[in-house]
């Protein structure tokens, strides 16, 4: 039998992660864009894949922080050769896992850039009359109105069905990361903003059925690139568009920015951190809870307004 090259080791996983762990397609390219910096490390070093050691990876992480990189970047880099070499034993490719006591960088905890009330209510007007034809406004404001009702990923916004949208729903079925399914309910601005475009939405795909004898899309928001649908770029430089209309600075606003906008808005309301985990799919409770800085004033009032000590007017004897 002829032996597997490195690049073709790295090609089957990526299958595999693509087929059997239903990652999704911007993941698996990220996993081979880092395994490629990998194999090429240790190319330049003489070193195969499947007979190099732990020293090896660690010499690879020096060199990564030697670059600059950040630790997010470290940290995720890791991560997919951590992926690799588990499949890779798995597989029967080695006898051992070279990363197994490798704990790597960690990520930086940053705190989420996000928007005020102010700032998105401002954005949301600015959505109603951002568009080149009444139909492109309309569509933009159902676009911003379910991104900051839903908290979704722009990927599972541009990407909803438009089965998924029928009926004048209360609550929309999203399918996530890992092909997870969840449900995340509805506003009514949002409401009202998606059944208007539904309506203009439904009649130019009857007009274009008719000209042009086209299939109907079975995407909510339908594009003729070869997408099928509107695309995560084409959203954000629409977006940067509602951000100067609404006079804010294009740099701040993003569709991540305004997932960060619906959870901490969400948590200063007082809803509970595990209900935000599940509206916005986060695997792990820790992910969700880099939000819970917004949560410090509103402790500290609670604490003093309610804490019998803390309301005493006079210092203690």
């Not at 541009?158 to 009926?167: E, H, N, Q, S, Y």
Request: aromatic share 6%.
């Amino acid at each position: 039998m002829i032996p597997m090259l490195p690049r073709e080791r790295i090609a089957v996983f990526l299958e595999a992660q693509a087929a059997e762990a239903g990652a999704a397609r911007n993941t698996i390219a990220a996993y081979g864009r880092d395994l490629s910096d990998f194999l090429d490390f240790t190319t330049a070093k003489g070193l195969d894949l499947v007979t190099l050691d732990r020293a090896a990876v660690e010499d690879w992480l020096v060199r990564l922080e030697a670059e600059g990189l950040a630790k997010a970047t470290r940290a995720r880099r890791l991560s997919a050769v951590k992926q690799f070499y588990r499949f890779a034993y798995d597989e029967g490719w080695r006898v051992d896992n070279p990363t197994l006591q490798i704990s790597g960088p960690g990520k930086a905890q940053r705190l989420p850039k996000t928007l005020s009330i102010e700032e998105v209510e401002a954005l949301l007007e600015a959505g109603r009359d951002q568009g080149r034809s009444p139909a492109e406004q309309i569509r933009n404001r159902c676009l911003i109105e379910l991104l900051y009702a839903t908290g979704m990923r722009v990927s599972e916004l541009v990407g909803l069905p438009v089965a998924a949208a029928r009926g004048n729903p209360a609550m929309l079925m999203v399918r996530g990361k890992g092909d997870k399914e969840r449900m995340v309910p509805l506003s009514a601005p949002a409401r009202e903003a998606l059944a208007a475009w539904l309506v203009t939405r439904d009649a130019a795909e009857e007009a274009a059925r008719i000209a042009r004898r086209l299939p109907p899309s079975r995407y909510l928001f339908p594009s003729s690139g070869k997408e099928g649908h509107l695309t995560r770029q084409g959203f954000h430089a629409l977006l940067k568009e509602i951000a100067l209309a609404a006079g804010l600075d294009p740099a701040r606003v993003t569709p991540h920015v305004l997932r960060h906008a619906f959870a901490t808005h969400l948590l200063q309301g007082g809803a509970d951190l595990r209900v935000i985990q599940t509206l916005l799919g986060h695997a792990d409770l820790s992910t969700t809870e880099i939000y819970t800085h917004v949560l410090e004033e509103r402790l500290k009032d609670l604490v003093l307004g309610h804490h019998p000590l803390a309301r005493r007017d006079d210092p203690p004897a």
